[in-house]
């Protein structure tokens, strides 16, 4: 029947269109980082691993690292390799980087060693070229020091864009070609999207 007919063509659009309102405020990196609105985007169980965590892309959230130099630990505030974030997060650990000696030595200036490892917190001491999820002030800092690590935006949390802003992390990052297409594909359906309303 033709009523079924336009159900079925309808189906991916209204499907496309119930994403595109569920996520309004995180189409752009732009808006993201003014509409958020502090909201969070976690479970319930509050562990990180909800699969509604977005990036700084407005994407799903990426892991950032679950296995650490085979020491069997992820990073991340929930310990579960993802650059989740919580209530409990007073230290926003949302910005996945790959550290240098560099930024370790400021870190450890700044009063923040983060070499040592700490196995009764589950932290198994930095070493230069570690994945690991930083809090997000650290970054700032380090980077206005000149010290600052590249990220990989695709596993930064979009609670980051509240202490940096999205180009500033895009000129470091180590995922850049791969995180433009994904905001392009982003971009590309949005756009579908208006030309159907």
């Known amino acids: 029947s033709t009523s079924a007919t336009m159900m079925m063509m309808l189906s991916p659009i209204l499907t496309l269109m119930v994403l595109a309102k ?3 405020f995180i189409i752009s990196p732009a808006v993201a980082s003014h509409s958020s609105g502090g909201e969070s ?5 509050g562990d990180g691993s909800d699969e509604t965590s977005v990036n700084v892309l407005g994407t799903q959230l990426q892991p950032c690292c679950a296995d650490v130099r085979n020491t ?3 990073t991340g505030f929930y310990r579960n390799g993802y650059c ?3 209530e409990q997060d007073m230290g926003r650990h949302t910005i996945c980087v790959r550290v240098t000696e560099e930024f370790l030595q400021f870190s450890q200036s700044a009063g923040n060693d983060l070499s040592t490892p700490f196995p009764q917190y589950l932290f198994p001491g930095l ?3 570690d994945i690991w999820c930083l809090c997000a ?3 700032v800092q380090a980077y206005e020091a000149g010290k600052a690590p590249q990220v990989f935006l695709q596993a930064t949390h979009e609670k980051t864009l509240d202490y940096a802003p999205f180009e500033l992390l895009r000129e470091y990052a180590i995922d850049k070609d791969a995180a ?3 905001l392009g594909d982003l971009n590309e359906q949005r756009d579908k999207l208006n030309k159907l309303l």
């Open 127 to 129: 070493q230069e070229g």
């Open 41 to 45: 985007r976690l479970n319930v169980g």
């Open 72 to 74: 069997g630990i992820g």
């Open 22 to 24: 569920a996520h309004a």
């Open 137 to 139: 002030q650290r970054w």
């Open 180 to 182: 433009d297409q994904a």
């Open 84 to 86: 989740s974030t919580g």
